[in-house]
């Protein structure tokens, strides 16, 4: 019997997961399939009950379902614990196990795929929802020279502070969260949009003069040019990316809990592209 699974977020028709798993049950011989599904904003639990009574073996979770995915599961991944959020759920029995592949999608797109290291930069994370949350041990876990964190509510990139530096872990790394007017005049090697900005064509109020020489900038959103990557060119970033490696790495990742089988992601990656 072919086994179902799907993502599930608001919006959800620009969701490229549905042809990237296509390609990947291809390329390992896996019997399913995948679809993305439009949750109410107010009804992701009883969408994903419906799907859990249906026989769906796993779910992806998009904007903005990712902390109610985490209290949703009844036993998580010390990734997805670290990060309160939760972008894979597996379901096995009356078990919903819950999952965070995002922070390795991103650092394998940066590190493997733009071979871009990581440690020892300097990071500004724009945003503090659950994409950003998901990424934040595993960036750290690169040993990066500091990570500055900025949100439009700074209190949400301070409470983040607050958590990463009592984990205790990531020395020397300086972590610390600035309102989007404090960080006028410091310049940062990598700057990642982790913000749902680029789906209503927006840009976060980011001052000029942040990226130094040799810098990347990233936007987790894929498919398309968003303000944050205009801004960056302008402003003289070096390399300049959008999300799409992420998206492929994470699904990967997710794919693996899933299925047991690692798929390649590079010729997913170049067939999306073109």
């Known amino acids: 019997m072919t086994d179902r699974y799907a993502v599930i977020g608001n919006p959800i028709a620009h969701s490229k997961s549905p042809l990237i798993h296509a390609e990947f049950a ?8 995948y679809e993305a599904i439009l949750a109410p904003l107010e009804g992701f639990r009883e969408t994903v009950e ?13 904007v903005p379902f990712k902390f109610e995915a985490f209290l949703y599961a009844t036993s998580k991944s010390e990734r997805a614990e670290t990060a309160k959020a939760v972008n894979t759920l597996s379901f096995a029995g009356g078990a919903v196990f819950g999952d965070n592949t995002d922070g390795i999608g991103l650092v394998a797109d940066i590190e493997k795929n ?3 290291p990581i440690a020892g930069k300097s990071i500004l994370l724009v945003g503090m929802g659950g994409a950003a949350w998901g990424v934040l041990s595993p960036l750290l876990q690169q040993k990066p020279k500091r990570l500055t964190l900025s949100n439009r509510t700074v209190a949400k990139a301070e409470d983040a502070a607050r958590v990463l530096a009592s984990l205790g ?28 900005s680029g789906l209503k064509d927006e840009m976060p109020p980011l001052p000029p003069g942040l990226f130094s020489e040799n810098s990347l900038a990233y936007d987790m959103m894929y498919g398309r040019q968003t303000p944050f990557m205009a801004f960056a060119g302008k402003e003289g970033a070096s390399r300049i990316s959008d999300g799409l490696g992420m998206l492929v790495e994470q699904a990967a990742e997710a794919f693996f809990l899933w299925r047991g089988i690692r798929p390649q992601t590079a010729p997913v990656i ?4 073109t």
């Open 26 to 33: 291809k390329q390992t011989n896996q019997d399913m399939t």
């Open 50 to 62: 419906g799907l859990r009574m249906a026989g769906y073996k796993g779910l992806n979770v998009t």
């Open 114 to 116: 733009l071979d871009f």
């Open 169 to 196: 872990k990531y020395d020397p790394t300086e972590i610390a969260a600035k309102p989007f007017d404090r960080l006028a005049g410091q310049q940062f090697d990598i700057v990642i949009n982790a913000t749902s």
């Open 270 to 273: 170049e067939k999306q592209r």
